[in-house]
Nanobody, 122 residues
Framework: QVQLVESGGGLVQPGGSLRLSCVAWGFTLRDYAVGWFRQAPGKEREAVSCSSKFISNTYYADSVKGRFTMTRDNAKNAVYLQMNSLEPEDTAVYYC???????????????WGQGTQVTVSS
């Protein structure tokens, strides 16, 4: 059964860090493009970081560039989103997704994780 399981969300103060994990079950993650998306209350889902199979081609939204980093661990069949210097505006439910193309359009992704809540607040 194809499944993406996310973890690592939580409550953090502004300026803090979190690392989100997304573990794939039932398929080999390195064969797919991966996207991290987020959706804040009352807002549309947006792409945070997207990568083709080749991690060197990674997109970051302007709002997170320089603060967030996506990495892969093929041995663990996992992908991570390291989030530093978090801001209240980063508060959202974060999702990982996989598909054939590492583009920002969420319709290009076939499988999605269940989401993990990230709350940045003092």
């Amino acid at each position: 059964q194809v499944q993406l399981v996310e973890s690592g969300g939580g409550l953090v103060q502004p300026g803090g860090s979190l690392r989100l994990s997304c573990v794939a079950w039932g398929f080999t993650l390195r064969d797919y493009a991966v996207g991290w998306f987020r959706q804040a209350p009352g807002k549309e889902r947006e792409a945070v970081s997207c990568s083709s199979k080749f991690i060197s081609n990674t997109y970051y939204a302007d709002s997170v560039k320089g603060r967030f980093t996506m990495t892969r661990d093929n041995a663990k069949n996992a992908v991570y989103l390291q989030m530093n210097s978090l801001e209240p505006e980063d508060t959202a439910v974060y999702y990982c997704a996989v598909g054939p193309y590492g583009i920002v359009a969420d319709t290009a992704y076939d499988y999605w994780g269940q989401g993990t809540q990230v709350t940045v607040s003092s």
